[in-house]
């Protein structure tokens, strides 16, 4: 069967490693899933989106996948680097411009 | 790149005083949301506004909470009566269409003494 990656509220790992963060999102009518990088006194950042209609999407560094099935979302940051370390937040929408509901954030450490 | 702007960056005010945020959205955005953190807690919608009025809002936004577009470059948060529990940070976010991700500001931090 396949696994479900946990939550986990923090991640450590050593620079140049790859990172997976994982989501397990709540409402099964959501459409569109965002990951937001959030620094010490700082807001959240746009880091990747993607809506449901794919189960994944690639940006510089960064990958989404999304599992409908088992409503999982997860990130993965390859050559994880020292500026990399955040905390990261999943975000999900079930409407167009409507209000944004987050996941528990996971702290990601990197070390060099 | 454009910004949302917020101000100030650090209110501290009596219980039971009103507190006004403040938020510049990016200039072309037509969308706009307030949310609050809670220190180490994660991230709760409050309100959404469009066309200068309310679009959704949250069981947090009850009647202590007011949203106002007073020009067309400030989005406004009002918190009246505030109490010890509205410590938190509060953000603006905005969005262009519909078809793109919501942009947030860096927060103001709420301190209720």
């Known amino acids: 069967g396949e696994s479900v990656g946990l939550h986990l509220p923090t991640l450590s790992v050593q620079e140049g490693d790859n990172s997976i963060i994982n989501c397990a999102y709540s409402n099964s009518a959501s459409d569109y899933f965002i990951w937001y990088k959030q620094e010490s006194g700082k807001g959240p950042q746009f880091i990747i989106d993607?809506?449901?209609?794919?189960d994944k999407r690639q940006g510089q560094r960064v990958t989404v996948l999304l599992n409908k099935t088992v409503k999982h979302l997860s990130l993965q940051i390859a050559a994880t680097q020292p500026g990399d370390s955040a905390v990261y937040f999943c975000?999900?929408?079930?409407?167009?411009?409507?209000?944004?509901?987050f996941g528990k954030g996971t702290t990601l450490s990197v070390s060099s | 790149e454009p910004e949302v702007t917020q101000t100030p960056s650090h209110q501290v005010t009596q219980m039971g005083q009103e507190v006004i945020l403040r938020c510049v959205p990016i200039?072309?955005?037509?969308?706009f949301y307030w949310y609050r953190q809670i220190l180490g807690q994660k991230v709760e919608f409050l309100v959404s506004?469009?066309?200068?009025?309310?679009?959704?809002k949250s069981e947090i936004f009850d009647d202590q909470f007011s949203v106002e577009r007073p020009d067309g470059s400030n989005f406004t948060l009002k918190i009246r009566s505030t109490k010890l529990e509205d410590s938190a940070m509060y953000f603006c976010a905005s969005l262009q269409d519909l078809n793109q991700p919501q942009h947030f500001g860096d927060g103001t931090r709420l301190s209720i003494l």
């Open positions: 993607i809506r449901s209609n794919m």
């Open positions: 200039s072309n955005h037509l969308y």
């Open positions: 975000a999900e929408t079930s409407g167009a411009g409507t209000a944004l509901i």
């Open positions: 506004f469009y066309n200068n009025e309310i679009s959704e």
